[in-house]
C-alpha cells in the first residue's frame, strides 16, 4: 500500500464521525497535557515520559512544552530508523499531534503554577490527581483511534524490532526515561527535580486507572460512537510482518502487566 492509498485509508470516515473522533482525541491531550504542567508544579515529580523534559526545563531556558516536542521529535526519527522500510508515513502525523501536546503543556503550567503547594499533602493530592487525570487522558485517546503518540511508537518500533514483547519494552523504557531524567537532575543541579515519588506512583497506576476507566464506563462507545473504537484491557501490541502498522490483539487483563494502551491505524 503506497502513501496516498494509506492517507485515504486513515480518512476513509464519515465526516461527522472524524470530527467526534479528534475532539475526543484532543480533549484527552489537553488531560494529559494539564496533569504534566500540574504534577510539575506539585514538585514530586512527573510521569516517566516526562521526566527528561521536565528535568530539563529546570536546567535551561527553553519551557517543557519546548522539551517535550524536541524530545518526542526524537522519537520519531528513532523510529524511522528502527522500522526503515517499514515505517508507515502516515506516522509523521505523530509529530504534528505532539507540537499541540506541547502547546498544551506551556498553556496550562502558568495556571498550575498559580495552586499553593503550601505542605507535602498539597503536592501530594495533586501528584494524585494527575495520574488519574493521565490514565483518562489515556483512555481518551485510545478510545480515538487515530494515532500513535511517538512515546508508544517508539515502544512498537523496539518491540518489532527485537521480538520482545511490548510490556516488556514499555517498563524498560519507562525506566529508562527515569533513570536518564535522574542522570540530568543529579549532574545540573546536583539534586532531584522533576524525577521523585510521583514518578514512579504514575509508573504503578497509570495503566491502572485505565483499565478502571474501561470498566467503569463499559458503554463508552453507545454514548460516543468512534469508528474503529476497541475495548480496552490490558493490551499487548504488535506489528505484523506484513504490514507496516500494528494491530491490537486483545488479552485478559493482568495486573502486573498493566500498561498504558495505544492503538494504532490498521491495514
Same mark, same amino acid.
Given at each position: 500500500?503506497? @502513501? *496516498?492509498?494509506?492517507?485515504? *485509508?486513515?480518512?476513509?470516515?464519515?465526516? #461527522?464521525?472524524?470530527? +467526534?473522533? @479528534?475532539? !475526543?482525541? %484532543?480533549?484527552? /491531550?489537553?488531560?494529559?497535557?494539564?496533569?504534566?504542567?500540574? *504534577?510539575?508544579a506539585s514538585g514530586l515529580g512527573t510521569s516517566p515520559i516526562s521526566c527528561i523534559p521536565a528535568v530539563l526545563s529546570f536546567t535551561t531556558a527553553w519551557t517543557i512544552g519546548t522539551w517535550t516536542f524536541i524530545v518526542n521529535v526524537l522519537f520519531v526519527l528513532i523510529q524511522i530508523i528502527l522500522l526503515r522500510g517499514d515505517f508507515n508515513p502516515i506516522q509523521f502525523l505523530q509529530i504534528?499531534?505532539? %507540537?499541540? @501536546?506541547?502547546?498544551?503543556?506551556?498553556?496550562?503550567? #502558568?495556571?498550575c503554577e498559580l495552586i499553593p503547594m503550601t505542605n507535602y499533602g498539597f503536592e501530594l493530592f495533586y501528584t494524585i490527581l494527575g495520574v488519574f487525570m493521565t490514565g483518562f487522558g489515556i483512555f481518551l485517546q485510545v478510545k480515538a483511534s487515530l494515532i500513535t503518540l511517538p512515546g508508544e511508537g517508539i515502544v512498537l518500533a523496539v518491540?518489532? $524490532? *527485537?521480538?520482545?514483547? %511490548? #510490556?516488556? &519494552?514499555?517498563?524498560? %523504557?519507562?525506566?529508562?526515561?527515569? $533513570?536518564? =531524567?535522574?542522570?540530568?537532575? /543529579?549532574?545540573?543541579? =546536583?539534586?532531584?527535580? =522533576?524525577?521523585?515519588?510521583?514518578?514512579?506512583l504514575?509508573?504503578? @497506576?497509570?495503566? !491502572?486507572?485505565?483499565? /478502571? &476507566?474501561?470498566? /467503569? +464506563?463499559p458503554n463508552f462507545e453507545k454514548a460516543v460512537p468512534l469508528a474503529g473504537h476497541r475495548t480496552l484491557t490490558a493490551t499487548t501490541l504488535e506489528a505484523p510482518s506484513n504490514a507496516s502498522a500494528p494491530v491490537v490483539r486483545q488479552e485478559a487483563p493482568a495486573a502486573e502487566e498493566a500498561i498504558e494502551p495505544t492503538l494504532e491505524i490498521t491495514e
Open positions: 500500500m503506497n @502513501f *496516498t492509498e494509506r492517507w485515504h *485509508t486513515f480518512f476513509d470516515r464519515s465526516a #461527522p464521525n472524524m470530527i +467526534l473522533r @479528534f475532539a !475526543v482525541m %484532543f480533549f484527552g /491531550l489537553a488531560l494529559v497535557a494539564a496533569s504534566v504542567a500540574l *504534577t510539575r504534528a499531534f505532539v %507540537f499541540v @501536546f506541547s502547546a498544551m503543556i506551556d498553556f496550562f503550567v #502558568p495556571f518491540s518489532k $524490532v *527485537t521480538k520482545i514483547a %511490548f #510490556p516488556k &519494552c514499555k517498563v524498560a %523504557f519507562d525506566t529508562s526515561q527515569g $533513570v536518564i =531524567g535522574v542522570i540530568i537532575s /543529579l549532574i545540573a543541579m =546536583g539534586g532531584l527535580f =522533576g524525577v521523585r515519588e510521583g514518578t514512579i504514575s509508573a504503578l @497506576f497509570v495503566g !491502572v486507572v485505565v483499565n /478502571l &476507566c474501561n470498566k /467503569l +464506563l
